[in-house]
């Protein structure tokens, strides 16, 4: 079965970087727009970042524009998101998503179960 594992989230300093890797297993990862979305406590869901199966395009949330860089490589079935300058809103579970149609979406099909950032101010 489909299998999306995060890893590299953890406690940083605001200002502070981290690089969060999603693993992909049970799918034809080239195949599969990914993104990245976060929920802090007591807020909504929202995208953070996504790129396109051949990583042609990529889109980014206004929050995060110009400090986080999503990247993908096909052959180790992984994507990443590069956070820099991190600030004490960037707080909040960070979750990987893949769809083979959807790109940015809330909805997409494949979810991971999450890795925790925390930004202390």
């Known amino acids: 079965q489909v299998q999306l594992v995060e890893s590299g989230g953890g406690l940083v300093q605001a200002g502070g970087s981290l690089r969060l890797s999603c693993a992909a297993s049970g799918l034809t990862f080239s195949r599969y727009n990914m993104g990245w979305f976060r929920q802090a406590p007591g807020k909504e869901r929202e995208v953070v970042a996504a790129i396109t199966w051949r990583g042609g395009n990529t889109y980014y949330g206004d929050s995060v524009k110009g400090r986080f860089t999503i990247s993908r490589d096909n052959a180790k079935n992984t994507v990443y998101l590069q956070m820099n300058s991190l600030k004490s809103e960037d707080t909040a579970v960070y979750y990987c998503?893949?769809?083979?149609?959807?790109?940015?979406?809330?909805?997409?099909?494949?979810w991971g179960k999450g890795t925790l950032v925390t930004v202390s101010s």
């Open positions: 998503a893949a769809d083979q149609f959807k790109y940015y979406s809330g909805s997409m099909d494949y």
